[in-house]
Each structure stands twice: as C-alpha cells, then as structure tokens.
C-alpha cells in the first residue's frame, strides 16, 4: 500500500464525519498549540483538562447517549431499529407510524441534549475549581504567573482553597442535575401529551422543526447544525461566565471571534482555492461548478483518474487543515499572550505611577507641617 492510500485512509475520516473533523481539528488547533504556548504548569493543566474534557463529551459520550435514548423511545414507541432510523419523508400512508416516529425522534434528540448540555457547560467552571483547589489561585493573572501571590494564602475564613472547590463543586454539580432533571421531565411531559392526537396537531411544527434541523445523522453522529446552534452557543457562554477577570475575558473573546468562523466557514473557504492550485499545479478535477468532489466520488474513478485526483486531494485537505488549526490555533494563542501581557503591564505602570503621583503629595502635605 502507497503512501497515497495511507493518507486517503486517514483524511477520508475528516470529509465524511463532522464529530471526527471537529475532533481533529480541536485537538490539532487547540490542544497542541495552547499547550505549547502555556504560560505556566497551571495553565497547562487547565488547557489539557478543558481539551481532553471537550473532547469527551463533546466527540464521545453523545453517541452511546443518544444511542441509549433511542433505544429508550423506540421501545416506547414499539419502533424497531431499522424502522427507528427510516427518513420520515420516505413513509408513505401511514399516518400513526409517521407520528410515532416524529414523537420518538424528538424524545431522542431533546433527552440527549437535556443532558449533554450540562457537561458541556460545565467543563470551565470545573477547571477553574480544580486550579482552585490545587493551587489557592482564583485570578487569571495569578494563573499565568503575571501575579506571583495575589491569591495564595487568602483564607480570611480559615476554610482551605481544596475544602472551598469542593463545596463549589457540589453546588455547581447539583444545579447542573437540576437542569438535566428539568430537560428530561419537559421532555417526557411533551412526548406524553403529544400521544393526544389534538395537543399532537398543535406542537407537530415545532416537533417537525426539531426533527428536521436536529436529528443526529448516521450512527448518532453530530451534525453541523447541532454544533453551531446547540454545543457551541453553550460552551461559549461558559467560558465567558467563568472568566475570573478581564484579562480571561478579553482572550476568551479574541480566541472565540478568531477560531469559531474558521472553525465552520474557514476550512471551505480556504480549500476552494488550494484545490484549484492543485488542479492546475498537477491536472486533477476536484473543483467544478457544482463544487468540490468529495472522497467518496473520488473513490468510484477509474484507477488513473482516481490517483491524480486523491494525490491532489490529500494535500489540498492536508494543508488547509495546517493553515485552519495548527497555524490559527498558535497564532491566536502568540496573540493573546502578547495583548495581555502588554495590558497587564501597562496597568502595572500606571498604578505604580499613581501611587509615585500620591507620596509625591504626601511629602508635599507633610513639608507644611
């Protein structure tokens, strides 16, 4: 085998699977680069937590989730697993078998969710309470080593920083249970009104709605829509909430406006116009009018049309995912380092000059007396 079916083998993935491409991506764009980049051990840690975390629930625990919940209302349903995964638009006159089906399908989706979207949010809170507990660092600068001893040893209260993120972690552990109890009631209080055939007639658009837009696709994989108007939205906001001072806040801000658009968008964008390098650089065909040609069409060539084509195809998708992840990842990674080490300094300059400004009129002060 070739070196070109061994790259096939290994980007095909990243074409066909939005959970594997976001996954590639999150851990070449911003594991790897952060990571190199850290400022401090404590820093380190709280990236590969938060990355390693993502990476967990966001790429790996959906699947047997929603697998679960759709063993749970397809036998609710009586809806065997083949009849479970048929395209609604594809059942024809059967009136009670399409409602069942929309009914199972949203019990899936909205259970899923219900549950997921707690640990998404929770994942910066908890790295906060982990550094909290291991270091007595509550400040970001402190995190960073911009402020050597600003938090350490502040236990007015006598209570421990382990002993303080533990009970942090409890509270925070019992809300998120509560929203997953409230999501998972709602869910099952409307899949069992909605077996009442004039309740069903009044929520059938939305049930129609959530179906279409997000039903997982596949083997309960993720879909981009879910990705952009349900985990990111959540995960986003979690970040900002748990930002614990400005500066956090500000690189929060720069990292998300900079990687959420390359994230979605970029990757297209950028590949349209180094798959027509590589068409004139070397006489492939991917890009056409109707787009760009994917693996799976690739594959069906003939073996000397296919071979031109995945060569040009494996270095197309190679070097827009370096530019997309690799080089943007570091780049907002240098970036943030160097903004907020300048504003931290600048700050620095100007209260040490206000307190210069302040003695100044002290000993002024004390020159009349």
Request: proline share 3%; aromatic share 10%.
């Amino acid at each position: 085998m070739n070196n070109i079916s061994l790259a096939t083998k290994i980007l095909h993935p990243l074409e066909s699977s939005a959970s594997i491409a976001m996954f590639t991506r999150d851990t070449g764009g911003c594991l790897v680069p952060k990571l190199s980049i850290s400022r401090s051990a404590d820093e380190a840690r709280e990236i590969a937590f938060a990355e390693v975390a993502e990476s967990a629930v966001f790429y790996f625990s959906i699947t047997p989730i929603a697998k679960f919940f759709s063993k749970v209302f397809s036998s609710l349903f009586n809806l065997t697993s083949d009849k479970f995964i048929t395209p609604i638009d594809t059942i024809k006159n059967n009136g009670n078998l399409i409602k069942n089906l929309k009914l199972a399908k949203f019990g899936k989706i909205a259970a899923t969710f219900s549950v997921l979207l707690p640990l998404i949010y929770a994942i910066a809170p908890i790295r906060n309470l982990i550094t909290l507990g291991k270091t007595g660092k509550k400040d970001f600068v402190s995190l960073i080593n911009l402020e050597k001893t600003r938090n350490l040893n502040n236990n007015d209260d006598k209570t421990t920083p382990a002993e303080k993120a533990r009970q942090k972690a409890i509270s925070l552990l019992k809300k998120l249970a509560l929203f997953a109890s409230i999501g998972l009631t709602f869910t099952a209080g409307t899949v069992a009104l909605a077996r009442n055939n004039t309740i069903y007639k009044n929520i059938e658009p939305a049930i129609n709605s959530i179906v279409k837009h997000f039903d997982f696709k596949g083997n309960a994989g993720l879909t981009i829509k879910q990705l952009g108007f349900l985990i990111m939205p959540v995960s986003i906001a979690s970040y900002f909430i748990a930002s614990r001072d400005k500066y956090e806040i500000l690189e929060n801000a720069r990292r998300f406006i900079i990687t959420v658009p390359m994230m979605f968008f970029g990757q297209d964008l950028v590949e349209r116009k180094i798959y027509r390098f590589f068409d004139r650089a070397w006489g492939s065909t991917l890009t056409s009018s109707k787009g760009i040609r994917t693996y799976d069409e690739l594959l069906k060539l003939p073996f000397k049309e296919q071979a031109i084509n995945l060569k040009s195809k494996n270095w197309a998708i190679a070097l827009a995912f370096l530019i997309n992840t690799m080089a943007i990842g570091a780049a907002v990674s240098i970036l943030n380092r160097i903004s907020t080490k300048h504003r931290y300094q600048k700050k620095q300059e100007g209260l040490l000059l206000q307190k210069t400004h302040i003695n100044s009129i002290r000993q002024w002060q004390q020159s009349f007396k």
